[in-house]
């Protein structure tokens, strides 16, 4: 091992002998080591959103044809460092009759959420934070967790806007999640494990290819699960004046903030590291360093995605994101897993070649279906909204006589 080819692990065998010849036992060791790689985790990913905040403004600038930042520093680079330096110094501002501990854990639990994720994503071979068996159930619990600070921000604002923010929220959020667990059920089975380790080294062909229908459900449910358009019903301003987060000032909403851009990015890791393979590249074995690059790439452009779908399409009222969930894209999930564990079951394992185009053939034909389901009942909602005219009366002038010379009236 050098530094060059693992430059995380070398620091950190430097760094052990270091506390061990101190006379530190091996037990503190590892705290110690723990405690600095999880600090520098959350360091890095907190100063990587202002980087994210200024490229996700640029390419929402260009995709809706407009500059974008452009006059704090060249292009505009050092446009979030303002405005951090302003979030740091404005005031806060605490409503009367605000829960005060609500009130103010909310924040701190939205940013530890998103933190929280990144213990089970594998950078690399060697560089992970925990290598836990349930990483896919972890996953979903810290999102609740996530759930808890919208609900906590709703209710302990005072604030009838923000309150009916936070259930609009929650409703959303476990919609989404319900989904979310559905399909995951896909890789999971594919992989034989629920460990995102073992997920991802279980991918010599991507699970994209194996199940594309499961990783488009994946990918709308975090856009869903994130709150970003079509499905930023979260903070829709026009209904509820910014949602659970109306009453937030200063640093707390920064908070907000800060957690709203690095999950659109978390979101976009965890999706390349189900389906796209994760660290998984040439020479990503022996370079661990080459790994944490195959990561970074994959997951900047399924960001990029994410940010098209989010600049591009119109937000979606409550009614038809409910609708669109629980009636179409829950069943569809459902039938999905069926159909994808039937498959599994038949079609053999080897050769590799039979058995990824079968199923990419079985996920063909079930997308036909829906879509041949879709056009059937777009059609008939169609009709159902025709509506015929019918002529209006016409109203026929009334005979005017004419008016003498001479009258009373003349």
């Not at 999640?177 to 991918?203: C, H, R, W, Y």
């Not at 590799?352 to 079985?362: K, N, Q, Y």
Request: hydrophobic residues 55%; neutral net charge.
């Amino acid at each position: 091992m050098n530094f060059f080819s693992d430059p995380v692990n070398f620091i950190a065998r430097w760094l052990e002998s270091l506390l061990t010849g101190w006379g530190a036992s091996a037990a503190l060791t590892q705290v110690i080591l723990a405690v600095l790689g999880a600090g520098l985790l959350a360091t890095v990913a907190m100063v990587f959103v202002t980087v994210l905040i200024w490229a996700e403004r640029k390419i929402g600038g260009r995709i809706q044809d407009r500059p974008g930042p452009n006059r704090v520093g060249p292009w505009g680079i050092f446009q979030t460092i303002a405005d951090m330096l302003k979030i740091f110094t404005k005031e806060y501002i605490t409503p009367v009759g605000a829960d005060l501990v609500p009130y103010n854990l909310a924040p701190v639990l939205s940013v530890a959420a998103v933190l929280s994720v990144l213990a089970v994503v594998p950078l690399s071979s060697t560089v992970f934070g925990t290598n836990i068996n349930v990483g896919i159930l972890y996953i979903m619990a810290v999102g609740a967790v996530g759930e808890l600070g919208v609900i906590f921000a709703g209710l302990g604002s005072n604030n009838k806007y923000a309150m009916l923010g936070g259930f609009r929220a929650v409703a959303q959020l476990v919609s989404s999640e319900v989904l979310m667990v559905v399909t995951l059920l896909i890789p999971v089975m594919f992989a034989g494990s629920v460990g995102i380790n073992d997920i991802v080294k279980s991918q010599s062909v991507w699970n994209i290819f194996l199940a594309p229908v499961a990783a488009l459900l994946f990918l709308i449910t975090s856009i869903a699960e994130n709150g970003r358009a079509p499905f930023d019903l979260i903070e829709a301003d026009s209904e509820l004046v910014a949602g659970y987060n109306i009453e937030y000032s200063g640093l707390k909403f920064g908070m907000f903030y800060v957690a709203d851009f690095l999950h659109a990015f978390t979101s976009a890791m965890v999706f390349s590291t189900i389906f796209l393979g994760g660290w998984r590249g040439p020479a990503a074995e022996t370079l661990p360093v080459l790994g944490f690059l195959y990561l970074l790439l994959k997951t900047l452009a399924v960001y990029v995605v994410l940010l098209v779908l989010r600049f591009s399409i119109p937000r979606l009222r409550i009614d038809q994101m409910m609708n669109f969930n629980w009636k179409f894209l829950t069943p569809l999930s459902l039938i999905n897993l069926v159909v994808m564990a039937l498959a599994a079951k038949l079609v053999p394992a080897a050769p590799m070649l039979l058995r990824v185009g079968s199923l990419v053939a079985i996920n063909v034909v079930l997308w036909l279906i829906t879509d041949r389901i879709l056009s059937l009942a777009d059609r008939k909602h169609g009709k159902d909204l025709v509506v015929v005219a019918k002529p209006l009366p016409v109203a026929r002038p009334e005979k005017v006589e004419p008016i003498e010379e001479g009258s009373a009236q003349a």
